[in-house]
């Protein structure tokens, strides 16, 4: 079954703090592993894809690592402007090349 | 660049009663979704369309329909609203099979 766990479920961080979130997936075919962010009260906002196991990708303080089953998103020196809800999905071949989300992680930054 | 649109953005709805929640893109792309979204659950695929003319049942289409007569309009109907179909519905579209997915910033609904 294709599936795609996400942990912590919630993470509170003092600014300056680094950590990572982690995605675990089973996914048959996978086309590709997503990370969006999103605000309350909105849609989620595209950050990065990851096409093979060993790629990297970076955008200011966030790093995202791609293996055969987990991929990561790790956080460095955050700012409370970084607090929001961190999905990831994968995406399979087959019909409609569905995504398959996360429920997500929470992150919330202390000044 | 509008994006991804969705109208409306909040709506409350008695038991029995329809509606339609609105979806339009102005970026070409071939593939939409509608998704809902629910406290802790994650977002789940109601019914996706790989072009205009196609479409096809994700993984709660229970409840809903949706049509695609033109590559930009991706409508998605509500029949008969239950409570159980409070959500936050969002419509996603996609470039291909490898590009990320472009969200709108969802519909709230509310069946009382």
């Known amino acids: 079954e294709d599936q795609v766990t996400q942990s912590p479920e919630a993470l509170r961080l003092q600014e300056g703090e680094s950590s990572s979130l982690n995605c675990s997936y089973t996914v048959s075919g996978l086309r590709g592993l997503f990370w969006y962010r999103q605000d309350p009260g909105k849609g989620p906002e595209f950050l990065f894809t990851?096409?093979?196991a060993g790629e990297e990708k970076e955008k200011e303080r966030l790093k995202a690592t791609l293996t055969k089953k987990e991929s990561f998103l790790h956080i460095t020196a955050p700012k409370p402007e970084d607090s929001a809800t961190y999905l990831c999905?994968?995406?399979?071949?087959?019909?409609?090349?569905?995504?398959?989300f996360g429920t997500g992680t929470s992150l919330t930054v202390i000044p | 660049n509008a994006g991804v649109t969705q109208t409306p953005k909040f709506r409350i709805l008695k038991i029995g009663q329809s509606m339609t929640l609105q979806c339009a893109q102005d970026?070409?792309?071939?593939?939409m979704y509608w998704y809902r979204q629910d406290p802790g659950m994650g977002l789940k695929l109601i019914y996706y369309s790989v072009g205009a003319g196609i479409t096809d049942k994700g993984e709660v289409p229970n409840g809903y329909n949706v049509s695609r007569s033109t590559t930009e309009d991706f409508p998605l109907r509500l029949e008969l609203a239950a409570p159980s179909q409070t959500s936050v519905y969002f419509c996603?579209?996609?470039?291909?099979?490898?590009?990320?997915?472009?969200f709108g910033q969802g519909t709230r609904l509310t069946v009382v």
């Open positions: 970026m070409n792309h071939n593939y």
């Open positions: 996603a579209s996609t470039q291909d099979r490898y590009t990320e997915a472009f």
């Open positions: 990851l096409y093979s």
């Open positions: 999905a994968a995406r399979r071949v087959g019909t409609g090349n569905q995504f398959y």
